[in-house]
Every structure is written in C-alpha cells, then in structure tokens.
T-cell receptor
Framework: DTEVTQTPKHLVMGMTNKKSLKCEQHMGHRAMYWYKQKAKKPPELMFVYSYEKLSINESVPSRFSPECPNSSLLNLHLHALQPEDSALYLC?????????????FGEGSRLTVL | GDSVTQMEGPVTLSEEAFLTINCTYTATGYPSLFWYVQYPGEGLQLLLKATKADDKGSNKGFEATYRKETTSFHLEKGSVQVSDSAVYFCALSEIQGGTSYGKLTFGQGTILTVHP
C-alpha cells in the first residue's frame, strides 16, 4: 500500500468551480511535492515545500494555489481552471537531504475540467 | 543541466520474452538512479534504485546496474508477463556532498505492452 494518500481519486469540475486536492503522508518526510502528469508523459514538477515553506514554484499559473498546513498535509487549491489543466496530479514526499533522493508518490488525483 | 534519455517506444513483446529498456543520463554530480513504473490508471511506483556505481537494483524480476563509465542504467527482465504492461520511467536525483536536492529528472517514459 502507498504511504502517500491522495484524495479525491477522481474530480470533475467546471471552469468556474473552486476545488481542492489533498495529500497526506506519515513517514516524517519534510519535503512534499506536487506534480502534473499528462497521459503517458513524464510528471512535471509544479511545487516543492520544504519544512512547510514553499521552496520551488515552477512558474505555475496562479489558478493553482498550494498550501502546506503542517508537516503531514499538502493541499492544492484549484480555481478558474482551463480544460487543458485536465491531468493526473501526483503528490510525493521525501526526506530533506536524504542520501538517495528517493521520492514516494501517491496514487494521484485524476482531474477533468469541463 | 541534468537529463535522462530513454529508448523510444512503444515496446511490444510476447509473454516470456526478454526485456531491455535503455536509459542513459547526464549529470554534473553523482546521481542516484531510479526506475519507476506506472500501471494503467495508477500513480508512480518505485520499481528499483541504485545509488552508486556498479550497484545493481532488483525487484519483481527486474534488474538494472548503475554504469558510471557508460552513464547508463538499463532495465532488464528475463521473462516478461502480461501483468508487466505499463509505462516505465527512468529517473535521476542529483546528489552532491552526500545529500539529495529532492528533485527528480525523468526520462520520457517507455510504454511496454506484453501479449499472451
């Protein structure tokens, strides 16, 4: 079983809706990530949080708003999305300064924007 | 910057055939190397990893050896099954001074389809 839990697994929203994706991990990792993945393409990094602070924003449009309320939780708030934002959104976590650089991924939230 | 190049796919094999998916990399430091697998409709799972030269990662019958001299990390399996049908991603994580930066650089992915 994955140790990174994402909810919901599927989400359908209109372009005027506001919704949120949630991610939780209990491995004690202090780095958490949001990736966006189109079908059969590699994941693209969106945001990185280190010690609950945003450390990397890969020039993501402001209609995506990340939040890290505590060391175990990561949210992605969605507002006024476009159909091209439909994708699989993956959350991941890792140790900071770990020896291997391994990321642990959740199962993803599949988003459809109508 | 760092980069990962995977063999172009898709790859179609019959059950029990031998599998090789080539992966080469460029990195300024001394990276850790990974193979992630994504089954249809699912997230990414770590398949295997290697953190130093000549390390062999192995899992579920898959193997890959970290070859620093050829900057390669080719994935192999001696006898594939229909259940191995998935997308396979080679990836690296830059390691400098003994610690990671936490960012993965992915290859483009290789779609594997195994027929009965």
């Amino acid at each position: 079983d994955t140790e990174v839990t994402q909810t919901p697994k599927h989400l359908v929203m209109g372009m005027t809706n506001k919704k949120s994706l949630k991610c939780e991990q209990h491995m004690g990792h202090r780095a958490m990530y949001w990736y966006k993945q189109k079908a059969k393409k590699p994941p693209e990094l969106m945001f990185v949080y280190s010690y609950e602070k945003l450390s990397i924003n890969e020039s993501v449009p402001s209609r995506f708003s990340p939040e890290c309320p505590n060391s175990s939780l990561l949210n992605l708030h969605l507002h006024a999305l476009q159909p091209e934002d439909s994708a699989l959104y993956l959350c991941a976590s890792s140790q900071i300064g770990g020896l291997t650089g391994e990321l642990f991924f959740g199962e993803g939230s599949r988003l459809t924007v109508l | 910057g760092d980069s990962v190049t995977q063999m172009e796919g898709p790859v179609t094999l019959s059950e029990e055939a031998f599998l090789t998916i080539n992966c080469t990399y460029t990195a300024t430091g001394y990276p850790s190397l990974f193979w992630y697998v994504q089954y249809p409709g699912e997230g990414l799972q770590l398949l295997l990893k290697a953190t130093k030269a000549d390390d062999k990662g192995s899992n579920k019958g898959f193997e890959a050896t970290y070859r620093k001299e050829t900057t390669s990390f080719h994935l192999e399996k001696g006898s594939v099954q229909v259940s191995d049908s998935a997308v396979y991603f080679c990836a690296l994580s830059e390691i400098q001074g003994g610690t990671s930066y936490g960012k993965l650089t992915f290859g483009q992915g290789t779609i594997l389809t195994v027929h009965p």
